[in-house]
């Protein structure tokens, strides 16, 4: 089966730096995206892996391990707006338009 | 604006009813595709349509039929709707291949339209 793992809630403070993980247990891989939605907003885009390693933007970096099948997103310095769900995906490998999701962590950023 | 839009926002509907939601996109994308995210904000893939052809359909419920009249727009209609049909209903696009500087089928999501049956 098809299977993502992510940590339901998670809180940190303004200013701190907060990593949330992400595993995988899938058929095939073929690339993962990160992708962030506030309350009542849609899906908006992040990072996308598909070689193991960090790739940095900004205050945001992913990580990809593809033999442990693993993922983190890291925040640094946390501000109030990064309040908001995080939500991991892996592109299937057997349909490259068709991306499988993680249930998402909620963020909460605290004064 | 280049966008994905959806019509209605907002649709409050009774058991039995059925309704249509429109999706249209100006960013030039072959692809399209309709998500439903319940209350515990599972997005949940239904349908996927590449260039008007039907290519990911999930196990979803008949009363659900998408149509894609053109590349460009993806309706979703549905009949005899039910209190569990209530959630968001998400339209996004793709591209066949990467812009400079984006990730290969990036999808770009519509603000979504909040269903409630009573």
């Known amino acids: 089966g098809q299977n993502i793992d992510q940590p339901t809630e998670m809180t940190a403070t303004e200013g701190a730096i907060v990593q949330i993980n992400c595993t995988y247990q899938?058929?095939?891989?073929?690339?993962l995206f990160w992708y962030q939605q506030h309350a009542g907003e849609a899906p908006t885009f992040l990072s996308y892996?598909?070689l193991d390693g960090l790739e940095e933007k900004g205050r945001f970096s992913s990580f990809l391990s593809r033999s442990k099948g693993y993922s983190y997103l890291l925040l640094k310095e946390l501000q109030m707006k990064d309040s908001a769900s995080y939500l991991c995906a892996v592109r299937d490998a057997g349909n490259n338009r068709k991306l499988i999701w993680g249930l998402g962590t909620s963020l909460a950023v605290n004064p | 604006d280049t966008a994905v839009s959806q019509t209605p926002k907002y649709l409050v509907t009774q058991m039995g009813n059925d309704k249509s939601i429109k999706c249209e996109q100006n960013l030039g994308h072959d692809t399209m595709y309709w998500y439903k995210q319940d209350s515990k904000k599972f997005l949940k893939i239904m349908f996927s349509?590449?260039?008007?052809?039907?290519?990911i359909n999930e196990t979803v419920p008949n009363r659900f039929s998408p149509k894609s009249p053109d590349k460009a727009h993806l309706n979703l209609h549905i009949n005899s709707l039910e209190l569990g049909d209530s959630a968001v209903y998400f339209c996004?696009?793709?591209?066949?291949?990467?812009?400079?500087?984006?990730?290969?089928?990036?999808?770009?999501f519509g603000p979504g339209t909040r269903l409630t049956v009573t």
């Open positions: 349509y590449n260039n008007k052809e039907l290519i």
């Open positions: 899938t058929s095939g891989f073929n690339g």
């Open positions: 996004a696009s793709s591209p066949l291949a990467p812009s400079s500087g984006r990730a290969p089928y990036e999808q770009y």
């Open positions: 892996n598909v």
